[in-house]
């Protein structure tokens, strides 16, 4: 049996009477790409630095390929980790600044040189070894600071939030690339985020957290299409969300009535959820047809007309508003040119499938 690189079990850490992480266990296999997705202040960054060793937990125990590193010190501990602002050294060129832990190793010149070498190649910047760090783009240095860690040859290398300080364009094109670089060592990331984007794209796993605990691990299918919780269905993707009361179960399937009186057909997906009760409903803005036609939609469970309030444009990912009664449904914006002359106040018609409705209980 292989054992994984990372496993935490339990694992908790207070800050005075506030619990940041609470109980959490979770195990990360050889090789992967494993991310922690949550909201700000959900506790993400505080398992990180309890991993690293910046802090200590309360509780629960951190094995590294079996072996407990609880009373191990930061420095000796088999990871290393890569922050937001990359805390690269300007005065050292890009090869000394890869070469930096080796020369606190006190290794050979030699071995530094060709570690240093074979590094750069991996990162796809060979050759730059002799240039300053304030030659080179964002996505540059976040290769170099991934490189600096990589020479070092950890178990796990943990990564906290490293592509929040690159624009928009750069970030996308780095989430292709970590994936390249971390298949290219073959290394155990984990990787933290509050952008599901990253986590989707990246991960072969991923955990979703909030307030401290884990909702849910899982490939990002599985997060996406779905959710065990109304938090993930919530948090993970873009969603039209409704309130309302429970009219009829009918096996998996069920009937509801919004608070704004919309009636809805939606799926219990094996959740408990009975008649007379409380629930919340999900529908994924690019599982809503959009028609000109309501003849169109006879095969959907759920029907309706409206008008278009605001055309949000994106190109591909341009999305419609429809005012449906009191509801205002977000409507993914099919790409077959057909709705090309769309314009604000138009009727169209919308509809989905009932069990492309996500449903769990709600507060009463």
């Not at 509780?59 to 930061?74: E, F, H, M, Q």
Request: charged share 25%.
């Amino acid at each position: 049996m292989t054992l994984p690189d990372l496993e935490c079990t339990g694992l908790t850490k207070r800050f005075g009477t506030a619990t940041a992480v609470d109980a959490v266990s979770f195990d990360v296999p050889p090789g992967s790409f494993f991310s922690i997705l949550g909201p700000s202040g959900c506790g993400k960054t505080t398992i990180m630095r309890v991993i690293a060793g910046f802090l200590d937990p309360d509780a629960g125990d951190i094995l590294i390929r079996g072996r407990s590193i609880l009373n191990t010190p930061p420095n000796k501990r088999p990871v290393n980790m890569v922050f937001q602002h990359l805390a690269l050294f300007p005065m050292m060129t890009i090869a000394e600044n890869i070469g930096y832990g080796l020369r606190r190793q006190g290794m050979a010149k030699a071995e530094i040189a060709r570690k240093v070498d074979a590094a750069l190649d991996r990162i796809g910047l060979p050759g730059i070894g002799a240039r300053k760090i304030d030659e080179l783009s964002g996505g540059q240095k976040q290769r170099v600071a991934i490189a600096r860690c990589m020479v070092l040859e950890p178990d796990v290398l943990l990564l906290d939030e490293p592509l929040g300080a690159l624009d928009l364009k750069l970030r996308e094109r780095m989430k292709v690339e970590l994936k390249e670089m971390q298949a290219a060592f073959d290394t155990t990331f984990v990787y933290i985020t509050h952008d599901q984007s990253e986590a989707l794209v990246m991960s072969d796993r991923i955990a979703v957290m909030n307030q401290g605990r884990f909702e849910q691990m899982g490939t990002g299918r599985e997060l996406y299409y779905r959710p065990e919780t109304a938090f993930v269905a919530g948090f993970v993707g873009d969603t039209n969300r409704w309130h309302g009361r429970i009219e009829r179960v009918e096996g998996d399937a069920l009937q509801l009535v919004t608070d704004s009186g919309l009636t809805l057909r939606g799926a219990r997906h094996g959740r408990a959820l009975s008649p007379g009760g409380r629930a919340e409903i999900f529908v994924r803005p690019e599982a809503i047809r959009l028609t000109r036609s309501a003849g169109e939609l006879a095969h959907f469970d759920n029907r309706m007309s409206g008008r278009v309030t605001a055309l949000l444009f994106n190109g591909a990912a341009s999305r419609v508003l429809v005012q449906a009664g009191r509801e205002e449904i977000e409507v993914n914006l099919p790409q077959s040119g057909e709705f090309a002359d769309l314009a604000r106040g138009a009727e169209v018609h919308i509809g989905w499938a009932g069990d492309q409705g996500n449903c769990f209980a709600g507060t009463p």
